[in-house]
Every structure is written in C-alpha cells, then in structure tokens.
C-alpha cells in the first residue's frame, strides 16, 4: 500500500452507509479505503491481515461488536488508530468505547469535512471527542462525584491544571483552551505535561478515562 496514504477500513453493517462514507473519502487525496466490512468480526480479521491507520468503528455490529472489536485490534494492533463513527452518544457507549482504547468518538451528524479532519488527526495519534459527547462525558463525571463524594487519592492538580483537563474533557484542542482561558498555547502544553507526569498517563483519551474514574469537582483529584 502506498505510504503517502492514510489506509482506512470502514466497518459498518449498513451497506449504504458505507458507500456514503466511501465516496466522501475517496475525496481526499491522502486517504485510501482498503476495505469495508460488516461486522466486528471481519473488522478483526481485516486490520489483522491489512494493519491499516485507521479503522472507522461503528458499535451495533453483528456477530461481534464494536467494542470488543475495538479492544481487540488495540491489543494486537497498537499501531492502527479506531475512530468510532455511530449515532449512539448514550453514556454506557460513550464510557466503554473510551476504555476499549478508541482514539475518537464522533457522532454520524457530522459535517463531511469534520469526518475528514477527524480521521487526519487520530491518524496522527491525536484524540477527537465529539464536542456533545465531550459534554456527555463531564456530566458523567459531575454524576459520579455527586453520588460517591469526592474521590481521595495521593494526587493533587493544581486549580488551573484542573481547569484545562476539565476542558480537555470537553474535547477541546490546545489552541482552544488557550483562547478560553487567556494563556498561551505553550503554558497549556506545560500544564498538560504536568498533568498527564502526575496521573501517569501518555496521552489525552488516558487524561479522560483518569478524569472519569476519579471526578473533576474539586483540587485534590
């Protein structure tokens, strides 16, 4: 397969989705659908035999779904990003779908050209969280923290460093907290260092799954 091309495989049983999907990406000259499949299972199989950058998830696939495809091929195939593609931004979905390991979750109402950028930036290793399921996502937090209390932990974050991983949740890029808060995009880098050395993690989706096991409501984290 040509190097210069983001391989995709497009996993969805709708057969006419698939080909909307397919002709909006054969549209763009860095991308390369290799295969379409309907089910988790050929999903599993294709990125097995393909190793593609990025796979488009749909959840409700039959024989095996989504999410266990998901966490499979993030097992076995580091390398090849999963970008859920559904209609579902229930919260049950959302939570299990970021630990299954997807690089992004975006809902089937996009815009085209979102679809597009999405899939350019989980190829590259960034995370891209639907802006309402970004928001679903907080609120599931605020629930947790109202129904356990606060969690207690060895961890504490600064109030601005909780603030931008607040904001983070809420899917918003560098740039973007940057404006909203009134820093520059490298004091929002820092913070983020700092944040992703305390809770141990490596990268934006981990900084989510911490926020959501832990809470947002107050310092102490």
Not at 95 to 111: A, P, T
Not at 136 to 153: C, L, N, W
Not at 161 to 186: F, M, P, T, W
Request: glycine share 6%.
């Amino acid at each position: 397969m040509p190097k210069d091309k983001i391989t995709i495989v497009i996993a969805d049983d709708h057969p006419l989705i698939r080909e909307g999907i397919r002709k909006i990406l054969e549209l763009e000259s860095g991308f390369q659908v290799i295969a379409e499949v309907q089910n988790g299972q050929e999903a599993v199989e294709v990125a097995r035999q393909y190793v593609p950058d990025v796979v488009l998830m749909d959840i409700n696939l039959p024989v095996l779904n989504g999410i266990e495809a998901t966490k499979i091929i993030r097992r076995e195939l580091p390398q090849t990003n999963v970008l859920a593609l559904t209609i579902h931004d229930d919260e049950e979905y959302i939570i299990e779908l970021l630990r299954s390991g997807v690089s992004g979750y975006v809902l089937k109402d996009i815009r085209a050209e979102e679809l597009v950028q999405a899939i350019y930036q989980v190829a590259q290793g960034y995370q891209v969280i639907h802006p309402g399921v970004a928001q679903k996502v907080v609120d599931y937090i605020q629930k947790k923290e109202v129904a356990t209390g606060p969690p207690k932990t060895n961890i504490v974050l600064t109030e601005r460093e909780r603030e931008i991983l607040i904001h983070v949740s809420l899917g918003k890029s560098n740039r973007e907290i940057a404006r909203d808060l009134y820093i520059s995009e490298k004091t929002v880098k820092n913070h983020l260092t700092n944040i992703f050395r305390k809770i141990g993690v490596s990268d934006r989706t981990r900084a989510v799954l911490y926020a959501l096991k832990h809470g947002l409501g107050g310092v102490n984290l």
